[in-house]
């Protein structure tokens, strides 16, 4: 590809909205030139290619496509299914699935169509066949009412929030919090890994319809052979939600045990984290839950969105290619060398280290909380965000972690090297950061002291991190 048509394609883009409405424009111009400016280790951001983002900005926009491939409820869907059956058939070529489901906006979107499937599938059909009905429509009021009291009378088994599990996976603020009487496993206090014992006793104890695993800030591997086994003994669904980690599945570094597509009912993930698509969800199954997946529109979704389908396609297309394999590999590589950095140089960090993309330190090692630590960050230039920590003193909105994630800097191109002179930028800022006062005296959780000079330095320092490595190199604005 050219560095012309990269360039070509965007700065017109950028014309033809600017005469429209000039400060769209000049913002998505800002956009790139912070991205290309930020050492950015938000461990749920990537960077999309070139192709990806283009495949999103087009007419498939206009086109509405309820329904599946080749049955739609409008007429003139030939091209949307072009692209929604690539995107599903490079999906199970990528994953080894029986099933994929492209159409989820988001990944909050991609559990809704998982949980409702498995509750047509294990409370919905049944109550059908019970009642000799074909469809809901035809069964009568009474039927109805006792079968939508059964639906919402359901257990969900899922880690913990502070133990790095998801909102989306029964916790109350969410709506899978309140379909599901929700309990959560947490993490062993001593060592902070997956206890599969007490997972295990918990679901013999609260015998959930559906157990959940996958996470957002573990810094681990999880065993899917064996989730799946407790699952399998108290007669739970199981499902996956591999949101964060799909690349590192998709990149053959999560193989085995560690490969949630073999041993799950049903694998939920976004589409724009480390499997580094389009913003969106994907959900993935066995032959058994295929039907009752696809009716994810309407059932929880509207209208797909054709554009990012087409986008999802061109990304699956690119994650299957040899060099996906090698990019995720450096993923792991790269937040192994980040967490060895940081423990060198004496800081905390929740199960000692990592084997994932992510690294959670505990900054209460540094005296701070997690939003004192990342403002300090932010300010020296590092974009991180806080995030909860097992047992957190500080609850979740302070929280007394820094999560961060090496995606996005592997795909500029960022190696081991580079990391280690991270991990220094990062210990230098919050071990020189302290905890603020308030005005009665009290320690504060939000206000802290760091030098400017310092953030500075170290700012500039983080750019010449970055000077080796630009951000679409192949894209120039003016
Ligand atoms: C990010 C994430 C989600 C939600 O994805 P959105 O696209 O933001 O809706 C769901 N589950 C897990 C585990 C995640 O990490």
Same mark, same amino acid.
């Given at each position: #590809?050219?560095?012309?048509?990269?360039?070509?394609?965007?700065? *017109?883009?950028?014309?033809?909205?600017?005469?429209?409405?000039?400060?769209?424009?000049?913002?998505?111009?800002?956009?790139?030139?912070?991205?290309?400016? *930020?050492?950015?280790?938000?461990?749920?951001?990537?960077?999309?290619?070139?192709?990806?983002?283009?495949?999103?900005?087009?007419?498939?926009?206009?086109?509405?496509?309820?329904?599946?491939?080749?049955?739609?409820?409008?007429?003139?869907?030939?091209?949307?299914?072009?692209?929604?059956?690539?995107?599903?058939?490079?999906?199970?070529?990528?994953?080894?699935?029986?099933?994929?489901?492209?159409?989820?906006?988001?990944?909050?979107?991609?559990?809704?169509?998982?949980?409702?499937?498995?509750?047509?599938?294990?409370?919905?059909?049944?109550?059908?066949?019970?009642?000799?009905?074909?469809?809901?429509?035809?069964?009568?009021?009474?039927?109805?009412?006792?079968?939508?009291?059964?639906?919402?009378?359901?257990? #969900?088994?899922?880690?913990?929030?502070?133990?790095?599990?998801?909102?989306?996976?029964?916790?109350?603020?969410?709506?899978?919090?309140?379909?599901?009487?929700?309990?959560?496993?947490?993490?062993?206090?001593?060592?902070?890994?997956?206890?599969?014992?007490?997972?295990?006793?918990?679901?013999?104890?609260?015998?959930?319809?559906?157990?959940?695993?996958?996470? *957002?800030?573990?810094?681990?591997?999880?065993?899917?052979?064996?989730?799946?086994?407790?699952?399998?003994?108290?007669?739970?669904?199981?499902?996956?939600?591999?949101?964060?980690?799909?690349?590192?599945?998709?990149?053959?570094?999560?193989?085995?045990?560690?490969?949630?597509?073999?041993?799950?009912?049903?694998?939920?993930?976004?589409?724009?984290?480390?499997?580094?698509?389009?913003?969106?969800?994907?959900?993935?199954?066995? /032959?058994?839950?295929?039907?009752?997946?696809?009716?994810?529109? /309407?059932?929880?979704?509207?209208?797909?969105?054709?554009?990012?389908?087409?986008?999802?396609?061109?990304?699956?297309?690119?994650?299957?290619?040899?060099?996906?394999?090698?990019?995720?590999?450096?993923?792991?590589?790269?937040?192994?060398?980040?967490?060895?950095?940081?423990?060198?140089?004496?800081?905390?960090?929740?199960?000692?280290?990592?084997?994932?993309?992510?690294?959670?330190?505990?900054?209460?090692?540094?005296?701070?909380?997690?939003?004192?630590?990342?403002?300090?960050?932010?300010?020296?230039?590092?974009?991180?965000?806080?995030?909860?920590?097992?047992?957190?003193?500080?609850?979740?909105?302070?929280?007394?972690?820094?999560?961060?994630?090496?995606?996005?800097?592997?795909?500029?191109?960022?190696?081991?090297?580079?990391?280690?002179?991270?991990?220094?930028?990062?210990?230098?800022?919050?071990?020189?950061?302290?905890?603020?006062?308030? /005005?009665?005296?009290?320690?504060?959780?939000?206000?802290?002291?760091?030098?400017?000079?310092?953030?500075?330095?170290?700012?500039?320092?983080?750019?010449?991190?970055?000077?080796?490595?630009?951000?679409?190199?192949?894209?120039?604005?003016?």
């Amino acid at each position: #590809m050219s560095r012309n048509a990269e360039s070509t394609a965007f700065r *017109s883009a950028l014309e033809v909205i600017r005469a429209v409405e000039p400060r769209v424009a000049d913002a998505i111009g800002a956009e790139l030139t912070d991205q290309r400016e *930020s050492l950015k280790l938000i461990a749920s951001e990537n960077y999309a290619s070139p192709a990806t983002l283009l495949a999103m900005g087009n007419w498939f926009s206009d086109k509405y496509a309820e329904g599946t491939v080749g049955r739609r409820f409008y007429a003139g869907c030939q091209n949307v299914d072009t692209v929604e059956a690539l995107a599903a058939e490079h999906a199970r070529e990528l994953f080894g699935a029986a099933h994929a489901y492209v159409q989820p906006h988001s990944g909050i979107d991609a559990n809704l169509v998982a949980f409702w499937a498995i509750l047509a599938d294990r409370v919905e059909a049944p109550a059908l066949r019970r009642a000799q009905a074909r469809h809901v429509n035809d069964l009568s009021e009474a039927d109805w009412f006792a079968l939508r009291r059964e639906l919402g009378d359901q257990r #969900m088994l899922g880690m913990s929030l502070d133990a790095g599990g998801h909102l989306t996976h029964g916790f109350r603020p969410n709506i899978s919090g309140k379909m599901f009487d929700q309990r959560s496993y947490g993490t062993d206090p001593a060592t902070g890994l997956v206890d599969y014992d007490r997972v295990a006793e918990a679901a013999r104890e609260f015998r959930p319809l559906v157990l959940v695993a996958g996470y *957002s800030a573990y810094p681990r591997r999880v065993n899917f052979r064996i989730m799946r086994e407790i699952a399998d003994s108290v007669g739970a669904t199981f499902m996956v939600d591999m949101a964060h980690f799909a690349g590192l599945v998709a990149g053959k570094v999560f193989t085995g045990d560690f490969d949630p597509v073999p041993h799950a009912h049903i694998v939920t993930t976004t589409t724009h984290k480390s499997l580094r698509g389009p913003r969106g969800g994907m959900v993935l199954c066995g /032959p058994e839950l295929a039907d009752q997946v696809d009716r994810g529109c /309407p059932m929880v979704l509207g209208g797909p969105l054709p554009h990012v389908m087409a986008a999802k396609a061109v990304a699956l297309a690119e994650a299957r290619r040899p060099d996906f394999a090698d990019y995720a590999r450096r993923i792991v590589d790269n937040a192994q060398a980040l967490a060895d950095g940081l423990l060198r140089r004496g800081a905390k960090l929740v199960t000692g280290g990592t084997d994932n993309h992510l690294v959670l330190i505990d900054v209460t090692g540094y005296g701070l909380t997690g939003r004192q630590a990342e403002q300090a960050l932010l300010d020296s230039g590092i974009v991180t965000n806080r995030n909860a920590v097992p047992q957190d003193p500080n609850g979740a909105w302070y929280t007394s972690g820094i999560r961060i994630g090496t995606p996005a800097l592997t795909t500029r191109g960022l190696g081991t090297a580079e990391m280690d002179g991270t991990a220094e930028l990062i210990h230098t800022v919050l071990s020189q950061t302290t905890a603020g006062t308030n /005005p009665d005296g009290t320690a504060s959780k939000a206000k802290y002291v760091l030098d400017p000079a310092l953030a500075d330095k170290v700012s500039r320092q983080a750019g010449e991190l970055l000077t080796g490595f630009p951000l679409y190199p192949d894209v120039e604005l003016s």
